[in-house]
Structures are given as C-alpha cells and as structure tokens.
C-alpha cells in the first residue's frame, strides 16, 4: 500500500485551497510535518551518505539529471533544500565557495543545520515562511540554484522564476524537478490504481487526485505539467530552458505490470490509454515515452537567455 493511501486512511481529509493567498502558516505546518527524509535523525556521517545514495537510487537517473557533482568554487542556492538532503550532496562531492539553503519550515532547516554539522559543513540557512516573497539575495550573486520538488506546490510559481532570473548571474545556471504530466504515476498510478483499486477519490477529476495523492491528501497545492508546457512557462519567464529528462520513481516501476489491466479499463481516460499504449522499454525494464524515461520527476535546466 502506499505510504499515501495508509496516511489518508488514517486521518480526515480537509478540503485546502490553491489560492495563490492561502496562508501562509497553512503552508508552513504542512511543509513542517512533511519531509524528504520523514525527520530521520543520523548519528554518523556514514548513515547519512548511506542514506544519500539509497534515496537517490528510488528515482532512477535522478542524480544524473540534478547533479551534485562539478560546482565547486560556485556559489549555490538550494531553494526548498528541506531538511538539506542536497545540500549534503553538494558539501561532499562539490567544494562550493558559498552554500545556501532555504525553506519554509523551521524544523526542517533544524533538521539540515544538524546533519551539516555531522559533516563539518557550514551552509547559510535562511527560513522563508511566504514562497512568493522576495529571495534575499543580490542580483546576479548565484552561480547556480538547484531547485527540487518546489515549484509544483506554489501555485504563482511564475514570481519564484522572476526571482530566479534576478540572483542568476549571467552565466549561471539552474536545475529544476518538477512534476512531469507525462509519467507512469500520473497516467497509471493516479489514474487507474488508486481509483480503480484502492478507492482512492474515485469521484475526483485526475488532476484533483494528483494533487490529494503525490504528498499526500493535505498538501496545500501540488500540480503537473507536461515538459512541453514547463518549457513554456520557463521560456515565458526569460529563461532559455531545456529538458533534460525524467527520473522514475521507484512505485512507478514497481506497479508497471497493472499497465494492461488499465489499457483494458473502460473507466480509463483516453489519455491515460493512449500514453500506456505509447510506452517503449530499456534493456532494465525502465518505461520511455517520446524518447524520455517516462517518469514523475522532470528535469530541466535554465540559463539565462544571452547564454
């Protein structure tokens, strides 16, 4: 069962808004509950790197796509860095001139300032509680900004990108993750399994149970697009933009064998059947649709336009 489905049964789901007003502390007690590492404590460097690479290995070619690695002597923003699980990633295997994290959740910068200072790394953490305000940096001091897992919960993410092109420096770059429309999860996952299985909001609409689904059912707002839409938002915002492909999570591979059940399911949206019957394979059994691993996490990168 999903880590989902078992919290959703556990508690009264309450109806929250996508309001791009919605509050602030609203989005803060969520975000405070909910982590990448679900607050695990490490007691010594090795468990923390053990755990790095384990929670990387869950997205198949994640870290290709969002590397840690050559940045060293840049200056690097994490912005949503949570509880610093990258931040790790780039204090060992890159030597930053300057790091900087920022989140929304106190407890979470907590959590990342505690397991630097396992490793002897000094980040600057800087708490945000609104992720539409102004990013507290000067223009064009960035480097680089790795931004994982963010932008697809705030609903005007569009100011985030203006903030991102006002502290790029001119030859700075940007990895982004973001929620790929075009995954198992979206068109397998939510679309079939959860309703059709486990009765998961079968009366919602597919875009309703994504949002109540990937972080759970309380999560203020979560949201995906195709890459060919992302990449129009992101070339929208000045950015010259580029996908670099998408990273399968682990319950995605791991449900792909229910893909025939669903293509056979008159209750399956014409979308979702068109997309499974479009599906290629690699040698590993990976799903690939329009040349791209057909996964949750999409990839891009960003640079300024005159680059």
């Not at 329009?290 to 996964?295: D, S, V």
Request: aromatic residues 12%.
């Amino acid at each position: 069962m999903s880590p989902f489905l078992k919290f959703w049964k556990k508690k009264t789901v309450t109806t929250l808004t996508d309001n791009p007003s919605q509050s602030k502390s609203q989005n803060e007690d969520y975000w405070t509950g909910h982590n990448v590492t679900k607050h695990k404590y490490f007691q010594t460097t090795k468990e923390s790197l053990e755990y790095f690479d384990w929670r990387n290995d869950q997205y198949f070619n994640y870290l290709n796509l969002m590397p840690v690695v050559d940045f060293d002597n840049q200056v690097i923003l994490d912005y949503g860095c949570g509880p610093g699980h990258d931040l790790i990633g780039f204090g060992i295997y890159s030597r930053p001139l300057k790091l900087i994290g920022m989140d929304i959740s106190k407890s979470s910068l907590a959590e990342a300032q505690e397991r630097c200072n396992l490793h002897g790394l000094r980040p600057l953490l800087i708490h945000c509680n609104d992720p539409e305000a102004k990013i507290p940096q000067e223009n064009e001091s960035i480097d680089h900004i790795h931004c994982s897992g963010v932008l697809h919960h705030i609903p005007d993410f569009k100011k985030i990108l203006r903030e991102f092109k006002r502290i790029l420096k001119p030859e700075g770059s940007i990895n982004l993750m973001v929620y790929n429309r075009n995954s198992i999860w979206y068109h397998l996952y939510v679309a079939f399994i959860l309703p059709f299985r486990n009765n998961f909001f079968p009366e919602l609409s597919l875009s309703e149970r994504f949002a109540k689904s990937t972080d759970g059912p309380e999560c203020p707002s979560s949201f995906c697009h195709t890459p060919e839409e992302w990449l129009d938002h992101f070339r929208d915002a000045g950015f010259d933009a580029r996908f670099r492909g998408a990273a399968v999570s682990m319950t995605e591979a791991g449900v792909l064998s229910a893909r025939f059940d669903a293509i056979q399911d008159l209750r399956l949206s014409s979308e979702s059947r068109k997309f499974l019957l479009a599906l290629e394979f690699d040698s590993a059994g990976f799903p690939i649709v329009k040349g791209h691993y057909a996964g949750i996490d999409a990839c891009f990168q960003l640079r300024h336009t005159n680059q």
